[in-house]
């Protein structure tokens, strides 16, 4: 029969490669898309749920336009372990799916000891929603129920973690919340192991314009590193102070997905080595890794990142199975973040591959002191992106 392309991961990058494959091959390639949870909530536009600008309904997507419209296997289940001798991902049931060719998509997994005293358990109580789903409506709910005068404090993670710019629009978020119940004595304090953040000076302007006085952002020399956080108190200690917020949101530090781990697919930082001309695998000639578990050069770690190495992947993919052209790979990337209602910004790259690694050839970002007409364009492109990126991986 056909040859057989398993994609484990239905997210940003995961489905996207599975409805390319399924779409531009027909019948010659036959596709199954692994995928524990039923319904994607996508963690991109989940801090604007966060803020009240979008229904948690608008952020849910489910797999059955990619099995009916498709023909695509969708397999809702989680796959355990990758036998890469007899080519077979062995699921939590027992059961096992034989494959020509796999594509690992599983995003990432939280390294919950990166932070003294976190873990899973701690996470129901101090959430991190760097994963979208129950994690983010608690966020939401802790939010909501947050006082006059109360103190949200946010723990960022370190490097390198998905969405660069994603601890600092929800920043915003939260401060956008507050200041419209009149909240603006609230603080919002943020500790980050780096000394830099992305689009720093377009947030901190943004900040200082709509929420003067409530946004306090520390990196590790003025409070010095952060030392643990007590779930059951609510305060986050650093070398040399203790901060207590009503809301403790912990980001930890990140690692690929553990089935990319388990199956050898990952280095010593934790993210899986590719061929920056195909994503395929540098461990294994049958498998390809996209979106955040592969380490992709420049490219962040987005799921416009991941949607755009999806398709250089089915496209080599399809290459190999069925001898159709394979065109040079082009990559691209853009992360839009709202800093207040219309207040828009964005950064984003053009990519290519060399032999070391996925290279910027160019970049754009928005410019401090922008208007505000051109500031609600850009948020106004950033809903458009959303319905085209969400069109093109579940179809
Ligand atoms: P994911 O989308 O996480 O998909 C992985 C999937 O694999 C999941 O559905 C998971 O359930 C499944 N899975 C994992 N392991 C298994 C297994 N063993 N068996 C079965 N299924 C498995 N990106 C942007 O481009 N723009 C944004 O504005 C943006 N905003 C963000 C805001 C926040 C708050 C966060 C946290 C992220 C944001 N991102 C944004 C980043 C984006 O969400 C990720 O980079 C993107 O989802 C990565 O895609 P992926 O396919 O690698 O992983």
């Known amino acids: 029969g056909a040859p057989r392309v398993v994609v484990i991961g239905g997210g940003a990058g995961g489905a996207t490669a599975a409805r390319y494959i399924a779409k531009d091959a027909g019948d010659a390639i036959n596709v ?58 062995a699921m939590a049931d027992g059961s096992k799916v034989p494959y020509d060719r796999l594509i690992v998509a599983p995003g990432i997994d939280m390294i919950w000891d990166s932070v003294p005293g976190y873990s899973e358990a701690a996470a129901e109580k101090m959430p991190h929603a760097w994963k979208a789903g129950p994690q983010t409506q608690l966020l939401k709910a802790k939010l909501d129920a947050i006082e006059k005068g109360q103190q949200i404090v946010m723990v960022a993670p370190p490097n390198p973690y998905r969405c660069p710019p994603g601890p600092y629009e929800r920043i915003s978020m939260f401060a956008h919340v507050l200041k419209a119940k009149g909240f603006t004595d609230n603080k919002i304090i943020i500790i980050d192991p780096k000394q830099t953040f992305s689009k720093q000076a377009l947030f901190q302007e943004g900040w200082e314009k709509h929420y003067p006085g409530m946004v306090e952002w520390y990196g590790p020399d003025v409070h010095g590193g952060l030392k643990s956080v ?7 200690e650093t070398d040399l102070d203790t901060f207590k917020g009503a809301l403790v949101n912990v980001i930890p530090a990140q690692k690929a997905g553990t089935i990319a781990a388990s199956a050898g697919l990952t280095n010593e930082g934790g993210f899986c080595p590719i061929d920056p001309f195909t994503m395929r695998s540098k461990a294994d ?33 399809r290459g190999e199975l069925t001898g159709s052209k394979v065109f040079p790979a082009r990559y691209s990337n853009t992360c839009w973040s709202l800093i207040e209602t219309d207040d828009g910004v964005k950064v984003g790259a053009q990519y290519e591959p060399n032999d070391e690694k996925i290279a910027s050839t160019s970049s754009f970002i928005s410019q401090t002191g922008e208007d505000a007409a051109l500031r609600k364009t850009t948020y106004e492109e950033s809903i458009g992106w959303y319905s085209g990126i969400t069109a093109d991986i579940f179809g």
């Open 32 to 89: 199954t898309l692994i995928e524990a949870n039923p319904q994607y909530v996508t963690c991109f536009f989940s801090n604007l749920y966060i803020g009240d600008f979008r229904s948690f309904d608008s952020i849910t997507h489910g797999y059955d336009t990619l099995a009916s419209n498709y023909g695509i296997t969708v397999v809702n289940g989680y796959a355990q372990t990758i036998d890469r001798e007899a080519k077979t991902v």
């Open 230 to 236: 007590d779930p059951d108190t609510g305060e986050v």
């Open 285 to 317: 000639e049958t498998i390809y890794v996209i979106g955040d578990a592969s380490i992709a050069g420049d490219m962040p770690k987005s799921a416009f990142s991941a949607n755009s190495q999806a398709k250089v992947a089915a496209m080599a993919i």
